[in-house]
């Protein structure tokens, strides 16, 4: 993948124009809410941060993936739930106030969880052979910059401005047109290498999500947690945000062959979750759900 200066500058930009947005609908009360189930948080971020992330060691080197690919496996691993978990975990009739939380701790871990596990990919597939040098210190400043500066900028906005709730919005939407535009012209720049993208880490993605999922399922059953922490578990461990994942490869580590796992993935867990969703809703059909605790 070829993404070209422009896709590079504004990629950082677009990324961080999406986290203020996420920060402004954020509060403290969505951090808190992990304290009232701190089992299945702890399950939650363990998954999350840890066996995630090492489920996609084990896989890239299963399937003996490319350096950058394998890479860029594990950061998309190490990257942030995606924000539309929540809305599948409402549809399958899970814990949405779990879900909000978990989600909203995440968009602030891979601050440190991203360098340090892109560094070790680095050295466990690439070595010597990797064309981009990853530097544990400028990745982390470039998270920081990228990530959490704009969700804490949009957090103070969201609690001192007032009015701002109402711009978020449309900075949400700006943002994820922006990307959407940024990630089409990615797609149209290589659409004749789209069907080898998939034949090269496609298998390796739809795995990764399959196992994450059930890894959540099979630590949450095993817990006895409610059916609704269950459900939330298992879609926020499958559900990756693959346009931060992209971002990062492509704008921040300029390297752009590490985004095509991330975009392999992003269309795959979709189908995965939904259809987790249709076995969550036909297993009870007449089940209601589970947003007693909801806090948005």
Same mark, same amino acid.
């Given at each position: 993948?070829?993404?070209?200066?422009?896709?590079?500058?504004?990629?950082?930009?677009?990324?961080?124009?999406?986290?203020?947005?996420?920060?402004?609908?954020?509060?403290?009360?969505?951090?808190?809410?992990?304290?009232?189930?701190?089992?299945?948080?702890?399950?939650?971020?363990?998954?999350?941060?840890?066996?995630?992330?090492?489920?996609?060691?084990?896989?890239?080197?299963?399937?003996?993936?490319?350096?950058?690919?394998?890479?860029?496996?594990?950061?998309?691993?190490?990257?942030?739930?995606?924000?539309?978990?929540?809305?599948?975990?409402?549809?399958?009739?899970?814990?949405?106030?779990?879900?909000?939380?978990?989600?909203?701790?995440?968009?602030?871990?891979p601050v440190a969880t991203v360098p340090a596990y892109v560094s070790l990919a680095a050295q466990a597939f690439a070595g010597e052979r990797l064309e981009v040098e990853i530097s544990f210190a400028e990745t982390s400043e470039a998270i920081v910059t990228t990530i959490l500066l704009p969700t804490i900028a949009g957090m103070a906005l969201g609690r001192?401005?007032?009015?701002?709730?109402?711009?978020?919005?449309?900075?949400?939407?700006?943002?994820?047109?922006?990307?959407?535009?940024?990630?089409?012209?990615?797609?149209?720049?290589?659409?004749?290498?789209?069907?080898?993208?998939?034949?090269?880490?496609?298998?390796?993605?739809?795995?990764?999500?399959?196992?994450?999922?059930?890894?959540?399922?099979?630590?949450?059953?095993?817990?006895?947690?409610?059916?609704?922490?269950?459900?939330?578990?298992?879609?926020?461990?499958?559900?990756? !945000?693959?346009?931060?994942?992209? /971002?990062? $490869? =492509?704008? #921040? *580590?300029?390297?752009?062959?590490?985004?095509?796992? +991330? %975009?392999?993935? !992003?269309?795959?867990?979709?189908? /995965?979750? $939904? =259809?987790? #969703? *249709?076995?969550?809703?036909?297993?009870?059909?007449? +089940? %209601?759900?589970?947003?007693?605790?909801?806090?948005?």
């Amino acid at each position: 993948m070829e993404a070209g200066v422009p896709i590079d500058l504004l990629l950082p930009v677009v990324i961080a124009l999406m986290m203020l947005a996420v920060g402004m609908g954020l509060r403290p009360g969505d951090f808190r809410a992990v304290a009232a189930a701190p089992l299945a948080a702890v399950l939650g971020f363990v998954g999350m941060f840890v066996v995630f992330p090492l489920l996609a060691f084990a896989v890239a080197a299963a399937f003996r993936l490319e350096p950058a690919l394998a890479i860029g496996l594990v950061l998309l691993a190490a990257s942030p739930s995606a924000s539309t978990s929540t809305m599948f975990t409402y549809l399958a009739r899970g814990d949405v106030a779990l879900s909000v939380a978990l989600t909203s701790v995440s968009k602030v871990v891979p601050v440190a969880t991203v360098p340090a596990y892109v560094s070790l990919a680095a050295q466990a597939f690439a070595g010597e052979r990797l064309e981009v040098e990853i530097s544990f210190a400028e990745t982390s400043e470039a998270i920081v910059t990228t990530i959490l500066l704009p969700t804490i900028a949009g957090m103070a906005l969201g609690r001192y401005v007032p009015g701002a709730a109402a711009w978020r919005p449309y900075v949400t939407r700006v943002s994820v047109l922006l990307l959407v535009v940024l990630i089409g012209v990615l797609a149209f720049r290589e659409r004749t290498t789209l069907p080898g993208m998939f034949a090269s880490s496609g298998l390796a993605a739809l795995t990764l999500c399959v196992l994450g999922m059930a890894s959540a399922f099979a630590a949450a059953s095993i817990a006895r947690l409610s059916r609704g922490a269950r459900s939330a578990l298992t879609i926020e461990l499958g559900m990756q !945000s693959g346009g931060t994942s992209i /971002a990062i $490869a =492509a704008g #921040v *580590l300029a390297a752009p062959a590490m985004a095509v796992p +991330a %975009a392999v993935y !992003s269309l795959i867990m979709y189908v /995965a979750a $939904a =259809a987790f #969703v *249709l076995l969550e809703r036909s297993a009870e059909p007449g +089940a %209601a759900p589970d947003v007693s605790r909801a806090v948005r």
